[in-house]
């Protein structure tokens, strides 16, 4: 990638957008709580809910198959690292921004797909400088694994649903 981010709105067709939606907010959709959005010692949440599609060479084989696989094509990654549905719910976040982390270390890509139109988001660290990415549904924000990123807390919504992708091109 040429610069550090890109930023594709219409992500994925229609079709495949609103199956994929249909997915992740199932009310039988089975989310795990996490204690912390980040590793580190200063927390600034009181956790989140994920879904892990892939992790430690592990899949969820029908849905990593039939949901992450063509999503990964269409970044054109070679391997992955981890994928992961997220669910933040605002009453869970005590800040306007969370921790800035990388996810995995500096050669990989992070990609941050959105389920969500809201104003809260993403925002990212470069050269000492803040870009802010607002949530907005079918949205796909792409970017070097070197770079520090963070949540934004949305304040007019109440949950905020992603897909984290890392992985290698």
Known sequence: MEQDYKIIDNFLDDKDYHYLKNIILNDDFPWRFR????????????????????????????????????ILHKLNATSVIQTRANLILTDLLKERYLTFHNDYGDNN??????????????????????????????????????????????????????LNINYFI
């Open 109 to 162: 890509m992070t990609a941050i797909f959105n389920f969500t139109d809201s104003d809260g988001g993403t925002v990212l660290k470069i050269n000492d400088k803040y870009k802010e990415v607002l949530s907005k549904e079918n949205r796909m924000l792409i970017f070097k694994g070197s770079i520090p990123h963070t949540s934004i807390k949305p304040t007019n919504v109440d949950r905020r649903y992603i």
């Open 35 to 70: 204690s912390s959005t980040t590793n580190q010692e200063h927390k600034k949440d009181k956790g989140f809910f994920t879904y892990n599609f892939y992790e430690n060479f592990k899949s969820d084989k029908n849905l990593f198959e039939s949901i992450i696989i063509p």
